[in-house]
């Protein structure tokens, strides 16, 4: 049987194709949406002027095609940091300069309603992932254009929203204060991020914007909540809250595309 090699260090399928995307430079546009589910890179497509799938490899799908006449690419990410750091890496590689985050989260301040959007500024970094990029006191921070464009959309479009900080987790049970086994160490973890003012939980956005700064590029977070720990109110049929997720990042994306922050 013959064998056969490519580099292993960062292997290109093809000579241009990275190895988990499946996809070359050019492929995609240099703004990307970032949603965890495939299943929501098809939904989003529904919005587009024109869209194609791309490619399609284990967690990852990619679409692109045109918003209003502007170029936009979508990929999702899986759950958690280790697969958003290789979307994430293997986008810039192919000269991503602008990604967005869009999904659901939990809320863990009262007031805070099942459907609101929530826009984090910032992200504390308990994920995991990123310590292999930066030091813990690096601050995983949203870009302030994008967080800009995301509080306008929001506004234009009639959306309830709440901006702040969030945490990133690496684990949905324990690590969300979720005790499933004999013994949690993260029991208190809502307690102790609700006494910060932190207002939601999530599982990839401190990955995203921890590389993006370190490697120079724009990136945000969008996010509906799907729960509210606090209330212990779960929302079952979130399809419709998903839409409106999607219409008002790729309304955010055209001001950025407009004010030539991203081309």
């Known amino acids: 049987m013959s064998k056969r090699f490519i580099q292993a260090d ?7 194709k990275v190895p988990h995307l499946r996809i070359s430079e050019g492929d995609t546009a240099s703004c990307v949406l970032l949603p965890g589910d495939p299943g929501r890179v098809d939904l989003i497509g529904q919005l587009f002027d024109e869209y194609s799938i791309i490619s399609s490899n284990r967690e990852f799908k990619v679409g692109t095609g045109a918003y209003k006449g502007n170029p936009v690419s979508v990929c999702s990410t899986g759950i958690g940091g280790p697969s958003t750091e290789i979307a994430v890496l293997e986008l810039l590689r192919l000269k991503a300069k602008c990604l ?66 969030g945490a990133t987790t ?19 973890i809502i307690d102790e991020m609700k006494s910060l003012g932190v207002l939601n939980l999530e599982m990839e956005s401190e990955t995203l914007l921890t590389i993006a700064s370190v490697m120079g590029a724009y990136a945000g ?15 079952v049929d979130y399809e419709e809250a998903q839409m409106k997720l999607c219409q ?12 030539g922050v991203v081309q």
Request: aromatic share 10%; with cysteine.
């Open 100 to 165: 967005l985050r869009i999904g659901g989260t939990g809320a863990i301040q009262e007031g805070i309603e099942c459907g609101d959007m929530i826009i984090n500024t910032g992200s504390v970094r308990l994920g995991g992932s990123t310590g292999h990029y930066a030091r813990p006191e690096f601050p995983a921070v949203a870009n302030h254009y994008v967080v800009q464009a995301l509080i306008e959309a929001c506004e234009e479009l009639g959306c309830r929203y709440h901006l702040g900080i």
């Open 221 to 235: 977070t969008l996010l509906v909540v799907h729960a509210n720990r606090i209330t212990n109110q779960w929302l």
């Open 170 to 188: 690496s684990s949905f049970y324990h690590g969300q204060g979720r005790t499933v086994g004999p013994y949690n160490y993260s029991s208190d």
């Open 248 to 259: 008002v990042a790729l309304h955010a994306v055209t001001k950025l595309i407009a004010r």
């Open 10 to 16: 960062f292997p290109l399928y093809e000579g241009t």
